[in-house]
């Protein structure tokens, strides 16, 4: 690989040489459905004509303009377009350059709100244990992703952690699902006040889990409860959409489903989907005004915000998604991809759980059904069905650590929403055979 730094040095990945719809080819010719989106990110596949159109287009007009001098046509309509479609309250937009960027700005003016509003004390930070919110040092510390914590816990600032809603171990027997959800979202109570509700700042949450844990849903309620506890406390509600959200659930924004509004939402991943590295951050009108009629400005800011060519790019992206109707494929072809999951491995003795929203399905691993063992974390499982599905010619998305950080595997699809009959069966195929090897 020459002088690339790769993510893993012992490891080394083919070199992607084209893109055509689902899959990808690498530079002897081999085919790889892209069963995942990379990581959630190709809603669209791999070649879009229509998108691409659209960057070029802005490139022949003007690459780049630092947004401390100019804003630009298609960063406002990027924002105009998502604010029509953003929940209710959600007024304004801050473009980035991806996800973690979109966490850091989301905690960062959480902060500087309760500054703004004379309310110093306000810092404290609660999430979930499970979680993932980005790889920079809040973010990373925002999220309960222990493995990808640890090397750096001493870098980071202290957040409190609760349970996440993780119906398919943590509800009890007897216990409906809507009670086990207003008993967990209650820990968040129960964490405001034992920190004291005049300094909590914020609470942070996907609405649907994605890689930790591998595409878990909330449970019904759920969400409703959290929003009515941050509202009595005063707490802004963050939720993280990087991954769930532009429809990869099939909705627009994944809160829709649960009947919420945030006052903060993180998106990326399959705003650009794939195609210009790009995120936004969106908030509340109330908070844009606390800035406004405050010290006036945000005090925060990158390089690329605003990126002409990258908001170009998204704003295409969502062309596609609402004018041309390939959001509304998520749900019916969702519903496919589950049902062919569940025709081939709802009986598999390894496989526990399958579970999602859209064209964002988990399958949990497990040693044993009835008991829901995991499998010993020394046998690598999530590396080696990786390894195996790739040799197969599938691009999934298998993780470790589903239950705590170190027990548990499981593996997420997450396939661009363009994905067909045809490819729905090769990716239960190939999977199979992964899994048939492995197991």
């Not at 022949?60 to 990027?78: G, M, N, R, Y």
């Not at 919110?133 to 990373?140: E, I, R, S, V, Y």
């Not at 390894?350 to 579970?355: E, M």
């Not at 949990?364 to 046998?379: H, I, N, Q, Y």
Request: aromatic share 8%; proline share 6%; net charge negative.
């Amino acid at each position: 690989m020459g002088h690339i730094f790769p993510r893993h040095t012992k490891a080394l990945p083919p070199k992607v040489a084209r893109g055509d719809g689902v899959y990808l080819y690498d530079d002897s010719g081999r085919q790889y459905l892209d069963g995942s989106g990379g990581a959630a990110v190709s809603c669209l596949g791999h070649g879009d004509k229509a998108v691409t159109d659209a960057i070029k287009r802005q490139l022949d007009s003007v690459a780049f303009a630092h947004t401390s001098f100019f804003t630009s046509e298609p960063a406002e309509a990027l924002a105009e377009r998502l604010i029509k479609r953003a929940p209710a309250g959600i007024d304004r937009v801050y473009l980035v350059s991806g996800g973690s960027e979109a966490m850091e700005a989301a905690i960062k003016l959480a902060r500087q709100y309760f500054l703004e509003i004379g309310q110093p004390r306000r810092r404290h930070i609660i999430a979930r244990r499970q979680s993932y919110h980005g790889n920079t040092l809040g973010a990373l510390a925002t999220g309960g992703n222990m493995w990808r914590r640890e090397p750096f816990a001493p870098l980071m600032i202290p957040t409190s952690h609760i349970a996440p809603c993780y119906e398919y171990r943590d509800r009890a027997e007897g216990e409906s699902a809507e009670e086990y959800g207003r008993r967990v979202a209650d820990e968040l109570e129960a964490e405001i006040l034992r920190l004291g509700p005049e300094t909590v700042m914020a609470f942070v949450a996907e609405p649907v889990v994605g890689a930790t844990m591998g595409a878990v849903p909330p449970v019904p309620g759920y969400f409703r409860r959290i929003r009515e506890i941050c509202d009595r406390y005063g707490v802004l509600l963050i939720l993280d959409e990087v991954m769930c959200g532009m429809g990869r659930t099939g909705a627009l924004f994944a809160a829709e489903q649960e009947g919420i509004a945030p006052d903060i939402t993180a998106i990326a991943k399959g705003l650009g989907a794939g195609y210009q590295p790009i995120g936004a951050m969106l908030c509340s009108a109330e908070i844009y005004a606390a800035i406004e009629g405050g010290s006036g400005f945000f005090q925060h800011g990158h390089t690329y915000v605003g990126h002409p060519a990258a908001a170009a790019a998204a704003l295409a992206v969502l062309g596609r998604l609402l004018d041309d109707g390939i959001l509304d494929r998520v749900e019916p072809m969702g519903a496919r991809l589950r049902s062919a999951l569940e025709a081939k491995f709802g009986q598999h003795p390894h496989v526990g759980d399958i579970r999602g929203r859209g064209l964002f399905i988990g399958l949990e691993l497990v040693a044993d059904r009835s008991s829901k063992t995991p499998f010993d974390p020394g046998r690598r499982i999530a590396q080696q069905i990786k390894a195996a599905a790739f040799d197969a010619g599938l691009v999934c998305y298998p993780m470790s650590g589903t239950i705590d950080g170190r027990m548990g595997d499981h593996v997420m699809l997450a396939p661009p929403f363009i994905i067909e009959d045809a490819h729905i069966e090769e990716l239960t195929g190939k999977l199979s055979l992964a899994l048939e090897r492995v197991l």
